[in-house]
C-alpha cells in the first residue's frame, strides 16, 4: 500500500511542480519534489520498497520531463542507494536536517543529471542546466520543508493501517 501512495503522490507532485514552475516563469530551473520523495524514501522506507519506489518515481518523471528515457529512473534509484548510505552514517531526524539531506540530494541529483545529459547530447546543451543548479536547490529545499509533514502523515497513517491489519 505504501507503493500506491508514493506513486499517487509523485503523479499529484508533479503535476502540481509543472503548474507551479510554468507559474513562476522559471525556464532554467525548477522544483525538484521527486528528489524530496526519494530522499524520505531512503530515511524511511526498507531497501526493497524504496528501491522499487524510486525507481517508479523517477519512471514519471521521465515520462513528464522529455529527457532521455531511463535517465531519471536510473538517478531516483541511485540517489536513494546513495541516500541510504548517507542514513547510515549521518543521523536525519527533524524538519532542518531532512530539508539539508533533500537538497544535498538534490545537489547530486542535478549534477549527475547534468553529466549524463551532456554524455549523451551533440549540443552540450547540458551545461546550460548548471547554472540553474543553486536556485532549483533552494526551490527543493523550500519544498521539503513544506513536504516533510506531510510526508510524515502519511508514513504514520500508513503504519497505523498496516499494524490494525495486524491486529485482526
Known amino acids: 500500500m505504501k507503493f500506491l ?3 499517487a503522490l509523485a503523479l499529484l507532485l508533479l503535476t502540481l511542480e509543472s503548474v507551479v514552475v510554468q507559474q513562476l516563469g522559471l525556464a532554467i ?3 525538484d519534489v ?3 520523495l526519494v530522499a524520505f524514501l531512503a530515511v524511511r522506507a526498507n531497501t526493497l520498497e524504496g528501491s522499487i519506489s524510486a525507481f517508479s518515481v523517477g519512471y514519471l518523471l521521465d515520462l513528464m520531463s522529455g529527457q532521455p528515457t531511463g535517465l531519471f529512473t536510473f538517478l531516483a534509484v541511485f540517489t536513494f ?4 548510505l ?3 552514517l549521518v543521523e536525519v531526524r527533524g524538519r532542518a536536517a531532512f530539508v539539508l539531506f533533500a537538497m544535498g540530494a538534490d545537489v547530486g541529483h542535478g549534477v549527475l543529471a547534468s553529466f549524463f545529459t551532456w554524455l549523451t547530447t551533440k549540443e552540450g546543451s547540458a551545461t546550460a542546466l548548471l547554472p540553474g543548479l543553486p536556485l ?4 527543493t529545499g523550500v519544498a521539503a520543508a513544506f513536504l516533510y509533514p506531510l510526508l510524515r502523515r502519511f508514513e504514520a497513517s500508513q503504519d497505523r493501517s498496516s499494524s490494525a491489519g495486524l491486529l485482526r
Not at 542507494?81 to 541510504?84: P, S
Not at 532549483?136 to 526551490?139: E, I, N, P, S
Open 136 to 139: 532549483q536547490v533552494t526551490l
Open 81 to 84: 542507494l546513495v541516500g541510504k
Open 29 to 31: 530551473s525548477r522544483i
Open 86 to 88: 548517507v542514513v547510515s
Open 5 to 7: 501512495v508514493t506513486i
Open 34 to 36: 521527486t528528489v524530496v
